[in-house]
T-cell receptor, first 113, second 114 residues
Framework: SAVISQKPSRDICQRGTSLTIQCQVDSQVTMMFWYRQQPGQSLTLIATANQGSEATYESGFVIDKFPISRPNLTFSTLTVSNMSPEDSSIYLC??????????FGEGSWLTVV | QQQVKQSPQSLIVQKGGISIINCAYENTAFDYFPWYQQFPGKGPALLIAIRPDVSEKKEGRFTISFNKSAKQFSLHIMDSQPGDSATYFCAALSMNTGFQKLVFGTGTRLLVSP
């Protein structure tokens, strides 16, 4: 299985600021994804992080709000821009590992005050 | 068509009992159906998964039953233990499209009472 490390694991942020979340995988992977899980809710895909090109965003998510980088096959970042309390969520990095199994990191728990 | 419907929303089972969580889907292109287990403060962990060419898959106390014609699949937890208390998510994706986007159910919060 792929080992996924996310930083920060938890943060409290001021309204109007931006925060960048890092995702590091212990092996090269083709597919990397970013999900959001709002309190008590299910997981929603934000975007697919494409290596060497722009991320592919799902409906309701835009690059200006959630810019994503993917400089290589083991690393990606997600920035949550101009945060509001509604952005308080768990942000999860996900990768496709061997056998096309999809794994998740432990998540980055953001609280916006 | 991209939805996966999951029930029940919450479930209380006595220790030693059987926990059953059900999911249904519409998109016949889905060909991979994983279940994830999430403990408070943790990310989702893959529990067990099934492909539609089999009707059942068992791993230890966890069994997935799959009914292709009804487009339904379910998770059975046998001999449920307090340590199984967690939120369970079913999911589905179409691997053949080459764009592996998981669609999640709404989650079931399971509590196994001692």
């Amino acid at each position: 299985s792929a080992v996924i490390s996310q930083k920060p694991s938890r943060d409290i942020c001021q309204r109007g600021t931006s925060l960048t979340i890092q995702c590091q995988v212990d092996s090269q992977v083709t597919m990397m994804f970013w999900y959001r899980q709002q309190p008590g809710q299910s997981l929603t895909l934000i975007a697919t992080a494409n290596q060497g090109s722009e991320a592919t965003y799902e409906s309701g998510f835009v690059i200006d709000k959630f810019p994503i980088s993917r400089p290589n096959l083991t690393f990606s970042t997600l920035t949550v821009s101009n945060m509001s309390p509604e952005d308080s969520s768990i942000y999860l990095c996900s990768v496709t590992g061997a056998g096309n199994t999809i794994y998740f990191g432990e998540g980055s728990w953001l609280t916006v005050v | 068509q991209q939805q996966v419907k999951q029930s029940p929303q919450s479930l209380i089972v006595q220790k030693g009992g059987i926990s059953i969580i059900n999911c249904a889907y519409e998109n016949t292109a889905f060909d991979y159906f994983p279940w994830y287990q999430q403990f408070p403060g943790k990310g989702p962990a893959l529990l067990i998964a099934i492909r539609p060419d089999v009707s059942e898959k068992k791993e230890g106390r966890f069994t997935i039953s799959f009914n292709k014609s009804a487009k339904q699949f379910s998770l059975h937890i046998m001999d449920s233990q307090p340590g199984d208390s967690a939120t369970y998510f079913c999911a589905a994706l179409s691997m053949n499209t080459g764009f592996q986007k998981l669609v999640f159910g709404t989650g079931t919060r399971l509590l196994v009472s001692p």
